[in-house]
Structures are given as C-alpha cells and as structure tokens.
C-alpha cells in the first residue's frame, strides 16, 4: 500500500510540474546538463532511498564498494551545505570552531586566485574577503590565537601574517621564503605567542625552521648529499606526547619518509613507501602512527617503535591514482582523503578499513580538513575542489 501511495503521489508532482510549468526548461538544478524537472523527482527517490537507510542502517549504512572498482546499491549521503563564490580553485581550508561560545563559528579558505574567504557557518556567507599574496595562489592557512590572528602561505614565495582583531584585516608582517614550490609550511606552537615554523629550504630536499614572531631562522635540516630524495613536498611538525623536543617528519619527490631531531638537526630515521612523489600526511602524535598518499593509487599507513625508527604498517589501493590531501579527524576514529577522482574516501583510522565514498564534486577534490567543534554532533567535514566549491559533510558524528 505504502509503494501505491509513494508511486502515486511522484505521479501527481511530476504533472503539476509539468502543467503549471513552475520551472524553466534552462534551469538547472542537482545534476550538471540536466533540467530541475528531471532532476527534482530523481533527487526525491533518491532522498527518500537515503533517509529510510538511515532510519534501518544509521549512518554507516552510506558505506561503499567502489574503493576497490565495486559498486553497492546504497547511496552515499549529500552536502550538508555548499559554499559558492570563491572564483578560483579552492587550495586550502582552516576550521575555527571551538571558541564560538560568543562568536559564530567560521572557515578559512584559500584559493588560486589570491583571496581569502572567512566564511560564517551559521549564515554559510563570507563575511570578509581578503586579498593576498599578489593575486597569486594561496597554498596554505592557519590560524594563529585563535580566530584573532591569521598566517598564509602563497605562491609569490612569502608568509604573510594578518590581523583579524576587532574587525581589522591588515597584513602585519611578510616573510619571504626561499622556495617557489608547493610545499605547504607546517606550524606548531610551543607557547603563547611563539611558534616553529617548517617551510622548504632554499636548496633540493633541504628544510629550513623559523621562529616566529622573531622571523629569524632556528634550524636548518639537510639530508645527505647521497640520499637524492628530491624535493619535500610536504611537512609535519609535532611534537611526542611525553613533552621532549619537537619532530619533524618530511615527505620527499621520490617516495620517501623522514623523521628528524629538530634540536640535534639530525635525520632519525628513513621510510621509502611510496614509488611515486607524497603529496600528503597526517600524524597521529598518541598512537606514533601517520598516513600517507602519493599520486599513485597507493594509500599507505606507518608507525614508529621505540627506538623512533619508521615501519610501514598498512597500504591500500585504491581505484584511481592520485590523494591531494588527508587529514586525521581530532577524535582518531576516522581520516579522510582528497583525491584526484574528484572523491572524497572516509576510512576508519585504527584498521584503516574503507567507509565511505562521498561524490559530489566535479572536478580534483584538492583539499580536506574537520572541525575544532567542542560538541561531537555539531562536527564538520570541508573540501575543497578545483570546480571552485567547498562541501561540507556531517559524517559519522554518532557516538
């Protein structure tokens, strides 16, 4: 009875669209070329399908096959919300969330064509739009105390550091760096006001620390002129739960891992787990345990024993080659994955077992962060794609 009733009534909206002609034949709607018409009863199917899964199922029933070329009936869910508006490919995303007691909570993202959108996630708007770095690309944010302060990375070779107190959005200082690559900087605070910041050195494969708000230069890190490990193409500052001097783990052009003793400038340990360049990791400081892809199709998982020596521990592949980006969530349950396939992949970090497959973007998918939020339901998901879009998820939120 309740399939006649469901059948019925699609019926009936599908002839009043029709008839009363409420929409353009040139509108478009949920799916690229193709007319609201069409797309609104697909998307109704294709709604109810997911929420009475959800009900049976919960959330992990969005669960797919196509990380290994399968495929499951269960569709994966939709945005939460889209932002529009940023004009360029969107490079890099930065949550401020946890202090939103008095203020709403706000995404950073930086984009291809020099700009800075702060946007408000409670009116899903930009409030503000910065200008930086010579209208070139922006490859790398970070807050700095909280939402007060603001340090970008762009591809005019310089860190720009902003003011963002009492509604000013002035550029406090520039430090030039000595590469033109796309090695995004890495920060870590080691109190207030004062933070150690990682950026590519001025020859291959080198690495070079900064102390900030000084600017002046505190470590210099090179490997052995032998290594041949190329160029770093991505940088992990942290620090051992036990409070000892910070780590550093680099990946490099060839497929390598490294970890360095930031204070004895020394090379801790090497991991080759990759054929192909990394283009990103993430670290796990609690379970000395990191994540790593490459543009390959490999997704690789490593550890360190007890004597600070890289093991590789687990490798996936996927479908199709090439992650951008991956990112740890701040509860350790799950991490997610930017790829080239215009997908974004949920896995569960302990097992590394894949969870979900989330489509929606319509190009390169070239970055992905989660939310400070300090309540577990309200977290987020962001990416941010070359189609000039930024999707947010609400994923696996259920204790």
Request: net charge positive.
């Amino acid at each position: 009875m309740d399939k006649f009733l469901e059948g019925s009534l699609k019926d009936r909206i599908y002839v009043h669209l029709e008839r009363q002609g409420p929409i353009r034949d040139s509108q478009h709607g949920f799916v690229h070329e193709k007319s609201c018409l069409s797309n609104l009863i697909n998307f109704l199917k294709r709604r109810q399908r997911s929420q009475m899964v959800k009900k049976v199922l919960g959330t992990r029933a969005f669960i797919r096959g196509d990380f290994c070329g399968n495929s499951m009936a269960i569709p994966p869910p939709d945005p939460k919300f889209v932002l529009r508006g940023t004009g360029a490919s969107v490079n890099t995303l930065h949550f401020c969330c946890s202090d939103q007691e008095d203020w709403n909570p706000i995404l950073f993202s930086g984009s291809a064509n020099g700009q800075i959108h702060i946007w408000n996630l409670k009116t899903h708007r930009a409030d503000k739009v910065l200008e930086s770095h010579n209208k070139q690309s922006v490859l790398w944010i970070h807050t700095l105390q909280g939402r007060n302060g603001l340090i970008s990375q762009g591809r005019d070779a310089a860190v720009s550091t902003w003011d963002l107190s009492e509604g000013r959005t002035a550029v406090i200082d520039s430090i030039p760096l000595d590469s033109y690559g796309f090695c995004q900087c890495s920060l870590m605070q080691e109190g207030v006001g004062h933070y150690l910041l990682a950026s590519p050195g001025s020859t291959s494969s080198e690495v070079k620390i900064l102390d900030l708000p000084k600017k002046t230069p505190v470590w210099v890190l090179k490997p052995p002129a032998d290594a041949k490990l190329g160029m770093p193409m991505c940088l992990k500052l942290w620090q051992p739960p036990s409070g000892s001097r910070p780590l550093l783990l680099v990946g490099y052009e060839n497929g390598s891992l490294t970890l360095w003793d930031l204070s004895e400038k020394k090379m801790l340990s090497h991991l080759a787990c990759h054929n192909e360049p990394i283009m990103c990791l993430d670290f796990d400081p609690e379970r000395a345990k990191g994540i790593s892809g490459s543009s390959e199709k490999l997704l690789s998982s490593w550890g360190l024993d007890n004597q600070q020596n890289l093991k590789l521990q687990n490798t996936l592949t996927l479908v199709n080659a090439g992650i951008a980006d991956t990112c740890i969530r701040q509860d350790k349950k799950i991490l997610a994955t930017a790829g080239w396939d215009h997908r974004i992949r949920i896995f569960g970090w302990k097992k590394l077992k894949p969870l979900a497959v989330l489509q929606y973007h319509i190009a390169s998918v070239h970055c992905v962060t989660f939310s400070d939020h300090v309540v577990p339901s309200e977290r987020l998901m962001a990416a941010g794609s070359k189609d000039q879009r930024i999707s947010l998820w609400s994923v696996y939120n259920k204790p």
